[in-house]
């Protein structure tokens, strides 16, 4: 009866250590996946954040390239504590788990909060900051992002295009005679922005708050989904972390 109680424990921890390695391969995948979803937040869509009042979406991302690495750190982690059943470095492996679940959990919150709060947060800033900002100097990257929001998304001013006579720039001598920025122009060409009809610029197409709204939440949508859904697939990586950790402890005694 003992030799079969020690084949049956050993046969358990075995398939285990082979459950937790699997698993260890499809968590280094993800930690890639939400790596490169922070990332791609940073580098490719951030051109907006200059136009965001608030840090919270700049500040998902970051959550998001951390736990990934993080993450991918901890898989390798566990690979090497799985196979040399070294009981310190799977408490080691829980604890980073643990953490990476809170991060993403941040990240995923946060996300969400932000998504409730955006559609107030752009009302009240961004037509403000069009006004204030746009061709003002030390806000070169506030102008750059106006004119690639108002050319990529087809749109002239925050709510339509006679937001830009409140303008500084506008009703300043810079402005060249201009009533709305070259980029507001269909056809961008130097000084397009003279004439505002409808023939020329976006201007029955509406402005640029909602279309940046639809695009933000968008995006945060998909980092509060990377962050819970990677955090709820991690709730079983400690499961099999307990049972591993457990089952060599009774070997060891």
Same mark, same amino acid.
């Given at each position: 009866?003992?030799?079969?109680?020690?084949?049956?424990?050993? %046969?358990?921890?075995?398939?285990?250590?082979?459950?937790?390695?699997?698993?260890?391969? %499809?968590?280094?995948?993800?930690?890639?996946?939400?790596?490169?979803?922070?990332?791609?937040?940073?580098?490719? !869509?951030?051109?907006?954040?200059?136009?965001?009042?608030?840090?919270?979406? $700049?500040?998902?991302?970051?959550?998001?390239? *951390?736990?990934?690495?993080?993450?991918?750190?901890?898989?390798?982690?566990?690979?090497?504590?799985? &196979?040399?059943?070294?009981?310190?470095?799977?408490?080691?492996? &829980?604890?980073?788990?643990?953490?990476?679940?809170?991060?993403?959990?941040?990240?995923?919150?946060?996300?969400?909060?932000?998504?409730?709060? $955006?559609?107030?947060?752009?009302?009240?800033?961004? !037509?403000?900051?069009?006004?204030?900002?746009?061709?003002?100097?030390?806000?070169?990257?506030?102008?750059?992002?106006?004119?690639?929001?108002?050319?990529?998304?087809?749109?002239?001013?925050?709510?339509?295009?006679?937001?830009?006579?409140?303008?500084?720039?506008?009703?300043?001598?810079?402005?060249?005679?201009?009533?709305?920025?070259?980029?507001? %122009? !269909?056809?961008?060409?130097?000084?397009?922005?003279?004439?505002?009809?409808?023939?020329?610029?976006?201007? *029955?197409?509406?402005?640029?708050?909602?279309?940046?709204?639809?695009?933000?939440?968008?995006?945060?949508?998909?980092?509060?989904?990377?962050?819970?859904?990677?955090?709820?697939?991690?709730? &079983?990586?400690?499961?099999?972390?307990?049972?591993?950790?457990?089952?060599? !402890?009774?070997?060891?005694?």
């Amino acid at each position: 009866m003992g030799e079969f109680n020690e084949k049956k424990t050993t %046969c358990g921890t075995v398939c285990l250590k082979y459950l937790l390695f699997t698993y260890n391969c %499809c968590f280094w995948l993800a930690g890639l996946a939400v790596m490169a979803v922070g990332i791609w937040t940073l580098a490719l !869509k951030s051109d907006y954040i200059s136009l965001l009042a608030s840090g919270t979406y $700049l500040a998902t991302a970051y959550i998001l390239v *951390v736990a990934g690495a993080v993450v991918m750190v901890t898989g390798v982690l566990g690979c090497c504590a799985t &196979f040399k059943e070294r009981r310190n470095l799977l408490r080691l492996y &829980f604890i980073l788990l643990l953490l990476i679940f809170l991060l993403e959990i941040i990240a995923g919150v946060l996300a969400y909060v932000y998504y409730q709060q $955006l559609n107030t947060e752009l009302k009240e800033n961004l !037509k403000d900051t069009m006004a204030k900002r746009y061709h003002q100097p030390g806000h070169e990257a506030v102008t750059s992002a106006v004119d690639q929001l108002q050319q990529e998304f087809h749109c002239c001013g925050s709510n339509n295009s006679q937001d830009w006579r409140d303008s500084e720039w506008i009703r300043s001598g810079e402005a060249g005679g201009r009533v709305v920025p070259d980029s507001c %122009c !269909k056809t961008v060409v130097a000084g397009c922005g003279q004439r505002d009809h409808a023939s020329n610029i976006y201007k *029955v197409e509406g402005g640029c708050i909602t279309k940046l709204e639809t695009f933000i939440q968008e995006h945060l949508r998909v980092i509060g989904a990377v962050g819970t859904g990677i955090a709820c697939v991690q709730v &079983f990586g400690m499961i099999f972390t307990c049972c591993l950790y457990r089952s060599l !402890k009774l070997e060891h005694y």
